[in-house]
């Protein structure tokens, strides 16, 4: 009789389960070394207003969050793209050599780099960025219309061509699998919902629009912000626009 496969995911979720005698996904599987713990790219930094803005409170901004895929055409401006950032990444303190954030991070290895691409914000050509969190500025790694580009890798979603900005989440899993192991990707995909939730909450209190994705080409949003897809890799993306 054949028997039933395993699906892939069951096999993950149970084999990278916690026991007293370790993770079952990790036995003979070496652990990488502990990569650089975020990303400099080279070229010029675009400094991002710092992040002031005092919103509505917590509370209001909770209740009133709501996923919106239609935006004004009004850009965004620069500070509400440094708020956005600093929500999602923003250095909040130190330990020892490492930035402390808004989002949490399992044993602060903080696997997440933030690249904004840019399609309507005052000031900058549209493009795509990376989110510098040490000094809070921009890097431009490409210039260009690229609302095609992501709409279609994006699985034509027109959310993602009308934003103003969309954050694409990607983590260099490495950071993480150096200290938990395979578990470790679970604890990226929990600490995207972290950083996405921030975006949702911060846009809903600066009185944008904003709404995670998480249905993309993997490949083609890999293509489209330059990376390699192993070694860093798109885990969300998350549409912001004005109202
Ligand atoms: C993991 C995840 C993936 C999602 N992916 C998409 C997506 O690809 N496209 C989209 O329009 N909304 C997406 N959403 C938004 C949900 O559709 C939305 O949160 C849900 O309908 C509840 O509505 P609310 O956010 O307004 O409360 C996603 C949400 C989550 C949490």
Request: glycine share 10%.
């Amino acid at each position: 009789m054949v028997e039933a496969r395993v699906p892939l995911g069951r096999l993950y979720h149970e084999s990278t389960k916690i026991t007293w005698s370790g993770v079952p996904a990790d036995q003979g599987v070496p652990r990488p070394v502990m990569p650089p713990p975020f990303r400099e790219y080279a070229g010029p930094r675009v400094p991002l207003p710092p992040a002031v803005y005092q919103g509505l409170t917590l509370e209001e901004a909770l209740r009133r969050r709501r996923s919106v895929r239609q935006y004004a055409p009004r850009p965004l401006t620069l500070a509400e793209l440094g708020q956005l950032c600093f929500a999602a990444q923003g250095v909040t303190g130190q330990y020892r050599d490492r930035y402390l954030r808004t989002a949490p991070s399992a044993g602060a290895l903080y696997p997440f780099e933030l690249y904004p691409v840019v399609h309507r914000v005052e000031g900058l050509e549209p493009g795509v960025y990376h989110y510098n969190l040490q000094d809070h500025s921009l890097t431009v790694l490409d210039v260009g219309d690229f609302r095609q580009a992501l709409w279609r890798a994006g699985l034509e979603q027109e959310v993602l061509a009308e934003a103003g900005v969309v954050f694409v989440l990607a983590a260099v899993v490495d950071r993480v699998r150096f200290k938990y192991g395979e578990r470790g990707w679970r604890y990226v995909y929990m600490e995207a919902g972290h950083i996405s939730q921030n975006i949702y909450l911060q846009a809903t209190s600066l009185g944008l629009g904003s709404v995670a994705v998480g249905a993309f080409f993997d490949d083609e949003i890999h293509r489209l912000v330059g990376m390699d897809g192993q070694e860093e890799t798109a885990i969300y993306l998350h549409a912001v626009g004005a109202l």
